[in-house]
Protein backbone atom coordinates (compact mmCIF):
# COMPACT_ATOMS: atom_id res chain seq x y z
CA UNK A 1 0.00 0.00 0.00
CA UNK A 2 1.24 3.48 -0.41
CA UNK A 3 1.59 5.59 2.10
CA UNK A 4 3.94 8.49 3.28
CA UNK A 5 3.44 9.08 6.71
CA UNK A 6 4.43 11.90 6.94
CA UNK A 7 5.41 13.87 3.36
CA UNK A 8 5.74 16.93 4.17
CA UNK A 9 6.03 18.64 7.55
CA UNK A 10 4.17 22.08 8.05
CA UNK A 11 1.93 21.81 5.55
CA UNK A 12 -1.57 21.99 6.03
CA UNK A 13 -4.63 21.88 3.87
CA UNK A 14 -2.79 20.03 0.90
CA UNK A 15 -3.58 19.75 -2.01
CA UNK A 16 -1.73 17.11 -4.77
CA UNK A 17 -2.63 17.41 -8.58
CA UNK A 18 -1.17 14.65 -10.77
CA UNK A 19 -1.37 16.39 -14.40
CA UNK A 20 -0.90 15.07 -17.94
CA UNK A 21 2.96 15.70 -17.85
CA UNK A 22 3.13 12.83 -15.58
CA UNK A 23 4.27 15.76 -12.89
CA UNK A 24 2.50 15.50 -8.75
CA UNK A 25 2.12 19.18 -8.25
CA UNK A 26 2.08 20.34 -4.77
CA UNK A 27 0.56 23.52 -2.80
CA UNK A 28 -0.43 23.78 0.58
CA UNK A 29 -0.95 26.84 3.24
CA UNK A 30 2.61 27.47 4.52
CA UNK A 31 2.85 28.32 7.95
CA UNK A 32 3.67 31.91 7.67
CA UNK A 33 0.42 32.25 5.60
CA UNK A 34 2.25 34.76 3.95
CA UNK A 35 2.36 33.11 -0.32
CA UNK A 36 1.67 30.71 -2.39
CA UNK A 37 4.24 27.92 -3.53
CA UNK A 38 4.49 24.94 -5.92
CA UNK A 39 6.36 22.05 -5.87
CA UNK A 40 6.45 19.23 -8.34
CA UNK A 41 7.59 14.95 -8.75
CA UNK A 42 7.43 12.79 -11.36
CA UNK A 43 6.91 10.81 -8.23
CA UNK A 44 4.70 11.50 -4.74
CA UNK A 45 7.66 11.01 -2.53
CA UNK A 46 9.60 12.83 -4.54
CA UNK A 47 7.50 16.31 -3.44
CA UNK A 48 8.91 16.08 -0.18
CA UNK A 49 12.50 17.10 -1.39
CA UNK A 50 11.34 18.86 -4.57
CA UNK A 51 12.77 23.04 -4.02
CA UNK A 52 9.01 24.97 -3.56
CA UNK A 53 8.58 27.67 -5.94
CA UNK A 54 6.59 30.89 -4.69
CA UNK A 55 4.37 31.46 -7.68
CA UNK A 56 2.45 34.87 -5.60
CA UNK A 57 3.22 36.76 -2.61
CA UNK A 58 0.48 38.23 -0.22
CA UNK A 59 0.18 42.47 -0.89
CA UNK A 60 1.53 44.73 1.47
CA UNK A 61 0.34 44.20 5.24
CA UNK A 62 -2.91 46.41 5.35
CA UNK A 63 -2.87 47.66 1.96
CA UNK A 64 -6.56 45.81 1.39
CA UNK A 65 -8.06 42.65 -0.14
CA UNK A 66 -4.96 39.89 -0.36
CA UNK A 67 -2.48 41.02 2.40
CA UNK A 68 -3.15 39.08 5.16
CA UNK A 69 -3.53 35.12 6.16
CA UNK A 70 -3.37 33.46 2.70
CA UNK A 71 -5.05 30.25 3.30
CA UNK A 72 -5.58 26.72 1.36
CA UNK A 73 -4.56 27.30 -2.18
CA UNK A 74 -5.28 24.60 -4.78
CA UNK A 75 -3.97 24.18 -8.13
CA UNK A 76 -6.70 23.09 -11.27
CA UNK A 77 -6.17 22.76 -15.10
CA UNK A 78 -8.81 24.20 -16.80
CA UNK A 79 -10.06 25.11 -20.53
CA UNK A 80 -6.15 24.35 -21.39
CA UNK A 81 -5.04 27.02 -18.65
CA UNK A 82 -3.76 26.75 -15.04
CA UNK A 83 -5.60 27.83 -12.25
CA UNK A 84 -5.25 28.62 -8.52
CA UNK A 85 -7.93 28.74 -6.02
CA UNK A 86 -7.07 30.34 -2.62
CA UNK A 87 -8.36 32.60 0.71
CA UNK A 88 -6.99 35.17 1.69
CA UNK A 89 -7.69 38.97 4.28
CA UNK A 90 -7.39 42.34 4.16
CA UNK A 91 -7.04 42.24 8.23
CA UNK A 92 -6.03 39.70 10.56
CA UNK A 93 -9.41 40.87 12.93
CA UNK A 94 -12.19 39.74 13.01
CA UNK A 95 -15.45 40.76 11.78
CA UNK A 96 -19.37 41.74 13.33
CA UNK A 97 -19.67 37.39 13.39
CA UNK A 98 -16.87 37.45 15.21
CA UNK A 99 -14.70 35.82 12.19
CA UNK A 100 -11.52 36.45 9.96
CA UNK A 101 -12.93 38.54 7.29
CA UNK A 102 -11.05 36.02 4.12
CA UNK A 103 -12.86 35.84 1.00
CA UNK A 104 -11.70 33.79 -2.17
CA UNK A 105 -9.83 35.10 -5.10
CA UNK A 106 -8.48 33.33 -8.59
CA UNK A 107 -4.47 33.46 -10.06
CA UNK A 108 -4.33 32.29 -13.80
CA UNK A 109 -1.19 31.44 -15.29
CA UNK A 110 -0.60 32.84 -18.59
CA UNK A 111 2.38 29.87 -19.29
CA UNK A 112 2.02 26.21 -19.42
CA UNK A 113 4.66 26.03 -17.00
CA UNK A 114 2.95 26.92 -13.86
CA UNK A 115 6.65 26.77 -12.15
CA UNK A 116 8.21 28.96 -14.00
CA UNK A 117 8.19 32.57 -12.37
CA UNK A 118 6.07 34.89 -10.54
CA UNK A 119 5.42 36.83 -13.64
CA UNK A 120 3.55 34.31 -15.09
CA UNK A 121 0.59 34.44 -12.65
CA UNK A 122 -2.02 37.15 -12.83
CA UNK A 123 -4.96 37.79 -10.34
CA UNK A 124 -8.33 37.56 -11.32
CA UNK A 125 -9.64 39.24 -8.56
CA UNK A 126 -11.82 38.16 -5.90
CA UNK A 127 -14.70 35.37 -6.95
CA UNK A 128 -17.68 36.84 -5.35
CA UNK A 129 -20.99 35.08 -4.18
CA UNK A 130 -24.44 36.61 -3.12
CA UNK A 131 -23.20 37.39 0.96
CA UNK A 132 -20.16 39.07 1.41
CA UNK A 133 -18.75 37.10 4.19
CA UNK A 134 -16.14 34.62 5.72
CA UNK A 135 -15.47 32.37 2.50
CA UNK A 136 -12.84 30.49 2.21
CA UNK A 137 -11.53 26.69 0.64
CA UNK A 138 -12.70 26.64 -2.99
CA UNK A 139 -12.16 23.34 -5.20
CA UNK A 140 -13.92 23.08 -8.43
CA UNK A 141 -15.82 19.83 -10.65
CA UNK A 142 -15.59 19.90 -13.96
CA UNK A 143 -18.51 17.56 -15.58
CA UNK A 144 -18.21 17.55 -19.75
CA UNK A 145 -18.50 21.43 -20.32
CA UNK A 146 -19.92 22.07 -16.93
CA UNK A 147 -17.62 23.91 -14.32
CA UNK A 148 -18.69 23.84 -10.41
CA UNK A 149 -17.48 25.63 -7.41
CA UNK A 150 -17.70 24.38 -4.05
CA UNK A 151 -16.70 26.15 -1.02
CA UNK A 152 -17.02 27.11 2.82
CA UNK A 153 -19.08 30.36 3.81
CA UNK A 154 -20.55 31.85 6.48
CA UNK A 155 -24.16 32.61 6.68
CA UNK A 156 -25.30 34.77 9.86
CA UNK A 157 -28.98 33.07 9.30
CA UNK A 158 -27.44 29.91 10.21
CA UNK A 159 -25.87 28.62 13.93
CA UNK A 160 -22.23 27.71 13.01
CA UNK A 161 -19.23 29.05 11.08
CA UNK A 162 -19.42 27.79 7.88
CA UNK A 163 -21.35 25.76 5.39
CA UNK A 164 -21.04 24.45 1.83
CA UNK A 165 -22.47 25.79 -1.17
CA UNK A 166 -22.10 24.79 -5.05
CA UNK A 167 -22.80 27.14 -7.75
CA UNK A 168 -22.35 26.77 -11.90
CA UNK A 169 -19.39 28.92 -12.98
CA UNK A 170 -19.31 30.97 -16.01
CA UNK A 171 -15.45 30.87 -16.40
CA UNK A 172 -13.00 29.52 -13.54
CA UNK A 173 -13.39 32.87 -11.90
CA UNK A 174 -17.32 34.10 -11.73
CA UNK A 175 -19.95 32.17 -10.86
CA UNK A 176 -23.47 31.95 -13.04
CA UNK A 177 -25.37 29.80 -10.78
CA UNK A 178 -27.49 31.11 -7.28
CA UNK A 179 -25.45 29.18 -4.55
CA UNK A 180 -27.21 25.99 -3.55
CA UNK A 181 -26.57 25.15 0.22
CA UNK A 182 -25.34 21.46 -0.01
CA UNK A 183 -24.11 21.07 4.14
CA UNK A 184 -24.29 22.86 7.29
CA UNK A 185 -22.81 21.40 10.60
CA UNK A 186 -25.71 19.75 12.54
CA UNK A 187 -24.39 16.64 13.65
CA UNK A 188 -22.44 16.36 17.12
CA UNK A 189 -19.11 15.34 15.56
CA UNK A 190 -19.63 18.86 13.15
CA UNK A 191 -19.71 21.03 16.27
CA UNK A 192 -17.40 20.15 18.87
CA UNK A 193 -16.15 23.94 19.83
CA UNK A 194 -16.63 25.59 16.70
CA UNK A 195 -20.01 24.20 14.14
CA UNK A 196 -17.73 23.73 10.88
CA UNK A 197 -17.31 22.40 7.24
CA UNK A 198 -15.51 23.33 5.54
CA UNK A 199 -12.47 22.31 3.16
CA UNK A 200 -14.44 20.24 0.12
CA UNK A 201 -12.58 17.98 -2.08
CA UNK A 202 -14.32 16.14 -4.67
CA UNK A 203 -13.74 11.99 -5.70
CA UNK A 204 -15.34 11.32 -8.79
CA UNK A 205 -15.38 7.20 -8.84
CA UNK A 206 -18.05 4.24 -9.51
CA UNK A 207 -20.66 6.17 -11.16
CA UNK A 208 -21.11 8.65 -8.15
CA UNK A 209 -19.12 11.99 -7.09
CA UNK A 210 -18.21 11.80 -3.08
CA UNK A 211 -17.61 15.04 -1.88
CA UNK A 212 -15.54 15.02 1.50
CA UNK A 213 -15.37 17.86 3.46
CA UNK A 214 -14.22 18.73 7.53
CA UNK A 215 -15.75 19.63 10.75
CA UNK A 216 -15.36 20.76 14.28
CA UNK A 217 -12.35 22.90 15.20
CA UNK A 218 -8.62 22.34 14.08
CA UNK A 219 -7.57 20.57 17.25
CA UNK A 220 -8.40 17.17 18.07
CA UNK A 221 -11.65 17.06 17.23
CA UNK A 222 -10.87 17.55 13.51
CA UNK A 223 -12.45 15.29 11.43
CA UNK A 224 -13.85 14.28 7.90
CA UNK A 225 -17.70 13.91 6.56
CA UNK A 226 -19.07 13.32 3.26
CA UNK A 227 -21.84 13.46 0.75
CA UNK A 228 -22.62 11.28 -2.37
CA UNK A 229 -24.34 12.27 -5.77
CA UNK A 230 -24.91 10.05 -8.82
CA UNK A 231 -23.02 11.43 -11.18
CA UNK A 232 -25.73 11.87 -13.39
CA UNK A 233 -28.02 14.17 -11.13
CA UNK A 234 -28.29 17.77 -10.79
CA UNK A 235 -25.82 18.95 -8.75
CA UNK A 236 -27.20 22.15 -8.10
CA UNK A 237 -30.18 20.57 -6.33
CA UNK A 238 -29.33 19.78 -2.29
CA UNK A 239 -31.57 16.86 -2.75
CA UNK A 240 -29.19 15.21 -5.50
CA UNK A 241 -26.85 14.54 -2.49
CA UNK A 242 -26.99 12.31 0.45
CA UNK A 243 -24.92 13.16 3.51
CA UNK A 244 -23.60 10.39 5.66
CA UNK A 245 -24.19 11.14 9.49
CA UNK A 246 -21.44 9.31 10.79
CA UNK A 247 -17.76 10.95 10.28
CA UNK A 248 -15.40 9.29 7.71
CA UNK A 249 -12.16 9.74 8.74
CA UNK A 250 -11.38 10.87 12.05
CA UNK A 251 -8.63 10.87 14.83
CA UNK A 252 -6.41 8.25 16.43
CA UNK A 253 -6.25 9.03 19.80
CA UNK A 254 -4.56 6.13 20.88
CA UNK A 255 -1.15 6.35 18.64
CA UNK A 256 -1.23 10.76 18.72
CA UNK A 257 -2.58 11.03 15.01
CA UNK A 258 -5.04 13.99 15.56
CA UNK A 259 -6.89 15.96 13.73
CA UNK A 260 -7.01 14.52 10.11
CA UNK A 261 -8.63 16.67 7.23
CA UNK A 262 -8.74 19.42 4.80
CA UNK A 263 -8.25 16.70 1.90
CA UNK A 264 -7.30 16.21 -1.67
CA UNK A 265 -7.47 13.07 -3.71
CA UNK A 266 -4.81 11.62 -6.00
CA UNK A 267 -3.71 8.59 -7.63
CA UNK A 268 -0.05 6.49 -6.84
CA UNK A 269 1.82 6.53 -10.28
CA UNK A 270 0.60 3.78 -11.84
CA UNK A 271 -2.56 5.00 -11.67
CA UNK A 272 -3.86 1.63 -9.77
CA UNK A 273 -4.76 3.33 -6.62
CA UNK A 274 -6.60 6.03 -5.05
CA UNK A 275 -5.03 8.15 -2.87
CA UNK A 276 -5.94 10.24 0.27
CA UNK A 277 -4.58 13.44 0.87
CA UNK A 278 -4.53 15.24 3.95
CA UNK A 279 -2.79 17.11 6.73
CA UNK A 280 -2.54 16.02 11.00
CA UNK A 281 -1.33 17.35 14.07
CA UNK A 282 0.91 14.26 16.50
CA UNK A 283 0.18 16.30 19.64
CA UNK A 284 -2.47 17.86 21.36
CA UNK A 285 -0.94 20.14 23.91
CA UNK A 286 -1.06 23.42 21.53
CA UNK A 287 0.18 26.13 23.16
CA UNK A 288 -2.49 29.18 22.12
CA UNK A 289 -4.44 29.55 19.18
CA UNK A 290 -4.48 25.90 16.80
CA UNK A 291 -4.35 28.45 14.18
CA UNK A 292 -0.72 29.89 14.67
CA UNK A 293 0.61 25.87 15.90
CA UNK A 294 2.48 25.23 12.21
CA UNK A 295 2.86 21.50 13.14
CA UNK A 296 0.09 19.81 10.78
CA UNK A 297 1.87 17.78 8.48
CA UNK A 298 0.80 16.61 5.45
CA UNK A 299 -0.08 13.12 5.11
CA UNK A 300 -0.77 10.25 1.93
CA UNK A 301 -2.31 7.37 2.48
CA UNK A 302 -4.01 4.64 0.20
CA UNK A 303 -7.66 3.53 0.25
CA UNK A 304 -10.28 1.47 -1.25
CA UNK A 305 -14.29 0.52 -1.28
CA UNK A 306 -16.13 -1.16 0.30
CA UNK A 307 -18.58 -3.40 -1.83
CA UNK A 308 -21.59 -0.72 -2.84
CA UNK A 309 -18.47 1.01 -4.46
CA UNK A 310 -17.91 3.74 -1.29
CA UNK A 311 -14.50 5.01 0.18
CA UNK A 312 -13.37 3.46 2.82
CA UNK A 313 -10.77 5.47 4.29
CA UNK A 314 -9.91 3.25 7.63
CA UNK A 315 -7.54 5.15 10.20
CA UNK A 316 -4.60 7.83 9.92
CA UNK A 317 -1.55 5.52 9.06
CA UNK A 318 1.23 5.97 11.83
CA UNK A 319 4.24 8.03 11.75
CA UNK A 320 6.85 6.17 10.12
CA UNK A 321 9.12 7.49 12.70
CA UNK A 322 7.86 5.53 15.38
Request: aromatic content about 14%.
Amino acid sequence: MTNYAPLIIQRADPFIYRHSDGYYYFTASVPAYNRIELRRSKTIAGLAHAMPRTIWRKHESNSGEESELIWAPEIHFINNAWYIYFAAAETTAFDDNGMFQHRMFALECLNDDPMRSEEDWVEKGQIKTPMSTFALDATVLQRADQLYYIWAQKDPEIFGNTNLYIAEMSNPWTLKSVPTLLSKPEFEWETRIFAVNEGPAILHRNGRYFLTYSGSATDENYCMGMLIADENADLLDANSWHKLSQPVFQSDVAHHLLGPGHNSFTVSEDGQTDLLVYHIRNYSDIKGDPLYDPNRHTMVQAFDYDESGVPVFGKPVRFTEE
